[in-house]
């Protein structure tokens, strides 16, 4: 048996080219549509200090990727204290035919950047509904490795329509940090460090939130058409929230548990799921178009594996296109 690793000098070396990704996670919701796919609920491994765990993301998809595996990953949030990252990650990739493992990924890099490339796609949906004329101020909450992904990718998918960026983070923001060499100067100068999360939430129509918050503190209704990416999931108290009526998930069942915004909708206003929309109801049945331009939007996307089995074969792919990676036996 050979086994192909990827590790992040490979992935870096590939690069991360966010039209190919965002358009891997269009083709991975097309095909949970079909219903070809397979994935449980993950469970979270939590020992001596609860705010500590790990979560197996096992998953299959079919359809044109057809290949099933299983994301590890440690999301330590005192790890940040340390120096050291927050999350770290391995995917194992088998064969959907015949189970025989073929690739394996540290994935720290191709996680962050799935989760950006799930707000990619939605952007990408929300901005075909919305008039000609709308223009995004975009805040990102948080600038760790996730939230600095997502400025390089709204930078390089969507400068055309981006008329202001605002950037916050109580540990401060680097905006020469060495994960955005390719967003363009002129987006560059035109992002401002925010003083706060209020100025920024205040501000911007396209808030996305990218901490590691142990504690809910945006306590204000957004303004009228703003667009929320609850990326960090636990950012938001009930009453900051409880008043939107376009609420958009991933998938229900794993996003209504583990203290997530959805599950506090859940328990404390009575949301159902019924009361929500899918993403491949955003993707597959075009929701967004009858939601109006005023309307607040909140999309809480939990994560699911089965966009990891994507993304980690595509970075596969590209590996094996360009010659990239090491052959284990």
């Not at 990718?153 to 905006?175: A, K, N, S, T």
């Not at 129509?205 to 209704?221: A, E, H, K």
Request: aromatic share 8%; hydrophobic share 40%; with cysteine.
């Amino acid at each position: 048996m050979t086994v192909l690793y990827l590790g992040d000098e490979h992935i870096r070396t590939i690069g991360l080219h966010w039209e190919e990704l965002v358009d891997s996670i269009e083709v991975a919701v097309q095909i949970i549509d079909s219903g070809d796919y397979a994935q449980p609920i993950k469970p979270y491994l939590r020992y001596r200090n609860p705010a500590n765990r790990i979560i197996a993301m096992p998953a299959y998809i079919g359809g044109s990727v057809k290949t099933a595996g299983m994301k590890w990953i440690a999301s330590f949030p005192g790890n940040i204290d340390a120096g050291l990252p927050r999350a770290h990650s391995v995917t194992l990739l088998n064969n959907a035919e015949t189970g025989i493992p073929y690739a394996m990924l540290g994935t720290p890099l191709p996680s962050a950047a799935r989760t950006a490339a799930v707000s990619g796609l939605f952007i990408r949906h929300y901005l075909k509904t919305r008039t000609a004329s709308k223009r995004l101020k975009v805040g990102i909450l948080g600038f760790g490795p996730v939230g600095r992904l997502h400025y390089d990718m709204c930078c390089r998918l969507f400068g055309e329509h981006l008329e202001d960026i605002q950037v916050y983070d109580i540990r401060g923001c680097e905006l020469d940090n060495p994960d955005l060499p390719a967003v363009d100067a002129a987006l560059r100068h035109r992002t401002r460090l925010a003083s706060s999360w209020q100025q920024l939430y205040n501000e911007c129509n396209l808030i996305i939130n990218c901490t590691v918050s142990s504690q809910r503190y945006i306590d204000t209704p957004p303004a009228e058409g703003t667009l929320l990416l609850d990326v960090s999931l636990r950012d938001y108290t009930a009453a900051a929230i409880s008043g939107i009526n376009a609420i958009i998930v991933d998938d229900w069942n794993e996003v209504c548990r583990e203290n997530t915004d959805i599950e506090l909708l859940h328990l404390e206003s009575g949301l159902t799921e019924a009361q929500t929309s899918s993403l491949t109801d955003v993707i597959c049945r075009g929701a967004l178009a009858s939601i109006s331009d005023s309307e607040p939007i909140l999309f809480c996307p939990m994560g699911m594996a089965v966009f990891d089995m994507a993304i980690a074969d595509y970075f596969v792919q590209r590996a094996q296109a360009l010659g990239i990676g090491l052959q284990l036996k």
